[in-house]
DNA sequence: ATTATCTATAGATCTATAGATAATGC
DNA sequence: ATTATCTATAGATCTATAGATAATGC
């Protein structure tokens, strides 16, 4: 999860605040106070739910008072506003350097989809499952959503594209897409019941039974797969 | 949504209310009021949150004040509870039935699947949403997550024994088992976006997807599905 | 002077209970 | 007498604001 919530953030370790009153109950902090909250509070939010999750959980669990909470975030929503654009920038940064590759859609596609769905699976704590939280469904969260459609898009032209150069089978492509950007976060949703395997062994499962659906010969799965992790991006 | 809910209740209808205070805002009823407070929390849970739903909101939407409520529901929990269990019964009659017929456990799987995502889809709107609640998740509502977990094992021993009879290829069943589970409650999540397909198509699509990745000879799809729909439940 | 924090609290909820009330049933 | 509803409200939240305070920086 972290290096998800974090990814903006590589180089701003140590900005820990030295001016201002100290806190109540000091700890040692190994990230800035605004990203302690963007973690606890993706923790809080997948177990519990974001209005069941009560600010002064969340500050307590960043070491803070309940009202210190608001020098960070002026309102509890714009917390899962945070959080929700990571997670979409996280998988968009990832989409446009695939972009940028020249290679077969149908790899490029088994690509993003195994990049979504590990990253689902890596985090200590399913950050993908924000997504599915009734409280950030449209309209709400207009700019997630836009970055949403775009990823969603983005899969039906990669699936298209799969189709006109013959590696796929002809198929519903806007069905198609719709499901398969659904599947980072429905993978999070159970991937943590499985102990004893990898994130490497739940994506690679995940996401070749999704390409073995669509390929035109099911037997090229596995060429296709080292073709699209040997990619560099 | 409401065949679902009020599976039931079939011969319960006429049972509104004759005694009692009369109500502050009448209004004809078709249900008795505890069916139409679970219809509308279902609708007001699955799209705000089982949190940010007020006992107020359910109440009004059903025609009741919000302290009538608790005389059909001593708690708000219970409203949740009592769609959890109506959901896994849903699909578990429908299991159990199932597993009386003979036929190949390819077949049978396919026309499990199916009648659990062609739910998901048909409903008005998507209950099987509520299973993904934070709130469901365990620990709590344990008697719920043990019918979840028969589910699971009843796909894992159709997974298990198709790849045993020659259907499908072999796989990790465990891991198969736990993402076929998940395949109804995450197509219910986007279903509803999908405006002109049926609830047919979509289920047709999605599970035609799954089957199809985990089918030795994937050209048996169409033979599979019809032999599938042709049993006689 | 600026900053990050604190304490105190206003104001708006929200769940659940207590007890009254207005029907039907016997 | 029983029942389903109502009104009123207690008690426990919860978010957000106001304003004080205890550090560093200049």
Redesign the interface.
């Known amino acids: 999860m972290s290096a998800i919530i974090e990814r903006a953030n590589g180089q701003t370790h140590g900005k820990v605040p030295k001016v201002g009153r100290p806190r109540a109950n000091p700890r040692q902090l190994e990230r800035p106070p605004e990203e302690e909250i963007l973690v606890e509070a993706a923790r809080l939010?997948?177990?519990?739910?974001?209005?069941?999750t009560s600010t002064r959980e969340i500050a307590e669990a960043a070491g803070l008072r309940q009202p210190s909470l608001f020098h960070y975030y002026p309102k509890k929503e714009r917390i899962l506003e945070t959080l929700l654009r990571r997670v979409a920038e996280w998988t968009l940064d990832f989409a446009e350097q695939l972009d940028r590759v020249d290679a077969p859609a149908s790899a490029k596609l088994y690509r993003l989809l195994y990049f979504d769905v590990h990253s689902a699976c890596a985090s200590p704590h399913p950050v993908h499952?924000i997504l599915?939280?009734?409280?950030a469904?449209p309209p709400a969260f207009p700019a997630y959503w836009v970055s949403d459609r775009r990823l969603t898009e983005l899969l039906r032209d990669l699936v298209a594209r799969a189709i006109s150069e013959g590696d796929l089978r002809a198929?519903?492509v806007?069905?198609?897409a719709?499901?398969l950007?659904?599947l980072a976060?429905?993978?999070a949703?159970?991937a943590t019941?499985?102990e004893g395997?990898s994130p490497e062994?739940?994506a690679g499962?995940?996401v070749?039974?999704?390409l073995?659906?669509?390929l035109e010969d099911?037997d090229r799965l596995d060429s296709l797969r080292q073709q699209a992790l040997a990619l560099k991006i």
Chains 1, 2 share one sequence.
């Open positions: 939010f997948t177990s519990k739910g974001f209005s069941a499952a599915l939280l009734p409280e469904r198929t519903d806007a069905l198609t719709r499901s950007r659904s976060a429905s993978t949703t159970w019941d499985c395997r062994a739940i499962h995940v070749g039974k999704e073995r659906a669509l099911p």
